[in-house]
């Protein structure tokens, strides 16, 4: 049984940074594509940033240049880094693969308000 464990999410002020982590236990990242999705209140799920399985990354219009997504070293783990954070970014962020597949975690929740 795959499980997906976000964390890092918390309350930070416009213009601030924080780090995303996505642990998955019971399968290895590196077999496919994977990415960070967002909900906002009222909004659809939508795809924010994906690593393929050999390192490329896209990412959304309203994310780029600001969001980086990697991979651990153990292949188990993505991080998205976030910085200059705008309100428009709160949102309860989720791990996947591209397209998903997995169950969805419970996410974590960032929010960007002074």
């Known amino acids: 049984q795959v499980q997906l464990v976000e964390s890092g999410g918390g309350l930070v002020q416009p213009g601030g940074s924080l780090r995303l982590s996505c642990a998955a236990s019971?399968?290895?990242?590196?077999?496919?594509?994977m990415g960070w999705y967002r909900q906002a209140p009222g909004k659809q799920r939508e795809l924010v940033a994906t690593i393929s399985s050999g390192g490329n990354t896209n990412y959304a219009d309203s994310v780029k240049g600001r969001f980086t997504i990697s991979r651990g070293n153990d292949k188990n783990t993505i991080y998205l880094q976030m910085n200059s954070l705008k309100p428009e970014d709160t949102a309860v962020y989720y791990c996947?693969?591209?397209?998903?597949?997995?169950?969805w975690g419970q996410g974590t929740q960032v929010t960007v308000s002074s």
């Open positions: 996947n693969d591209v397209p998903p597949v997995s169950s």
């Open positions: 019971g399968r290895i990242f590196s077999i496919n594509a």
